[in-house]
Structure formats: structure tokens, C-alpha cells
């Protein structure tokens, strides 16, 4: 090996986006629960190292998206209803510190995005524009961890949803799912805009407790 491949493999094993370019992917469904994650394919599909590959899946691992096998490399961890019950079982205790916090320290320019985010679920619920609406959910949920500014819970919440995201996707296109669905996200954020920690607390406790009961449905 030269110095000059030696450099770019450390520069390459320390790019920080290619841990999020599979994790985006996994998250997509480009690739299937179970699917084994070969480093020479991963290093040829996105144009790194093998080191890198090898640091970016073990930062995966981490996290609950990819497990390791002994000798086998790794592959897509599939996560069970059981467990997609758990993380949210969790994630309610988290968001709804979030949302109380983002309540509390909401500003003008927040609450601005906010308000058209609300109407952009309204619409794309009433249109059925599914793609869309999951989208926006999203975007609320990265949204209130930005405002709520508690950094602890923000990256608990990222960890699970990453986890719980296959699941997630499955709810948001379940007949009828968006109609339930939107008017809830929509009372979080009126009771954020209304700056009411505890309307706010609750209206999260209730959209999260009422997804466990899907989720239930579907074991």
C-alpha cells in the first residue's frame, strides 16, 4: 500500500456520510430485513474503502439496523412487532418531554414553520398523497426535537425511530391509517403553537398510545 493509499483510506474511513448513506437506504427498503450487507458490494455501490464500510456498518450496529454474525459478516436486522411495541413504548416517555419542551421554548420562526407544516399534513391526508404525508410526519418529528433543544432525548429519538422506521412505514399506508392519524399530529401542533406544555404532553401521549393499539393489531 502507498502513503497516498493509506491517506485515502483514512480520509475515507472517516467521511461521516456514508454511516447515513446506508442507514438512508436500509431505511428505504433498498434493502430487505435479513439481506446481507457484503463490504466489497457496499464499497463498489458507494465508492469507499472496505475499511469505511466495515466502521459505517459497525456505527449500524449500534444502532439496532444491522447485526453482526460470526464469520458471516452482517445483515439487515429485521425487528419484530413485539419490539416495534417496545421502542414506542419508550418513545413516549421521550417525545413527550419534546414536545413539552418544544411547547416552552417555541419561537416566532418556529411556530411560522410550524403553522405551514400543519396545513402541508392537512392537505396531503386529504388528498391520499401518502408519500407525502409520511414525509411531513417525519419532518414534525425532526422538527420538535430541534425546537424542544433537549440534545439527550433528541438523539434517543433518532436511535428509535431509525429502529421502529419499517414499521412506521407500514402504519402510514395502512387503509384509513392517514385519516386517524393527521388530526392527531395536527392537535401536537396546535397545543405546541399555544406554547401549552401539558395540551402538548398529552396530545403525544395519546397519538403514540393510540399506535401501540395498531401495532398490536398487526402481531
Known amino acids: ?10 480520509d475515507d474511513t472517516a467521511r461521516p456520510d456514508l454511516t447515513q448513506r446506508i442507514r438512508e437506504a436500509i431505511l428505504a427498503a433498498e434493502f430487505a430485513p435479513h439481506q446481507r450487507l457484503i463490504e466489497a458490494d ?3 455501490r458507494y465508492d469507499a474503502s ?4 466495515r466502521t459505517a456498518l459497525m456505527n449500524l450496529a449500534g444502532e439496532g439496523l444491522v447485526e453482526r454474525l460470526p464469520n458471516r459478516g452482517a445483515r439487515v436486522r429485521a425487528i419484530t412487532v413485539e419490539e416495534a411495541v417496545e421502542i414506542v413504548e419508550v418513545r413516549i416517555g421521550l417525545e ?3 414536545a413539552r419542551k418544544a411547547a416552552e421554548n417555541l419561537t416566532p420562526e418556529g411556530a411560522a414553520t410550524l403553522a405551514a407544516l400543519r396545513a402541508e399534513i392537512e392537505r396531503t391526508a386529504a388528498a391520499g398523497d ?3 404525508y409520511s414525509r411531513a410526519n417525519q419532518e414534525l418529528d425532526r422538527l420538535l426535537r430541534a425546537y424542544s433543544g433537549h440534545g439527550t432525548a433528541s438523539t434517543l429519538l433518532e436511535r428509535l425511530h431509525a429502529q421502529s422506521a419499517r ?3 407500514r402504519l402510514a399506508f395502512a387503509p384509513g391509517r392517514a385519516a386517524q392519524s393527521a388530526p392527531e399530529h395536527v392537535a401536537i ?3 405546541v403553537l399555544a406554547q401549552d406544555p401539558d395540551a402538548a404532553e398529552r396530545a403525544t401521549r395519546d397519538h403514540l398510545s393510540g399506535i ?5 393489531g398487526m402481531g
Do not use: G, N
Open 1 to 10: 500500500m502507498t502513503d497516498a493509499t493509506a491517506v485515502a483510506d483514512i
Open 42 to 44: 457496499l464499497s463498489e
Open 50 to 53: 472496505r475499511a469505511a464500510v
Open 96 to 98: 413527550t418531554l419534546v
Open 130 to 132: 401518502l408519500v407525502s
Open 167 to 169: 414499521h412506521q412505514f
Open 189 to 191: 401542533i396546535d397545543a
Open 212 to 216: 401501540v393499539e395498531v401495532l398490536r
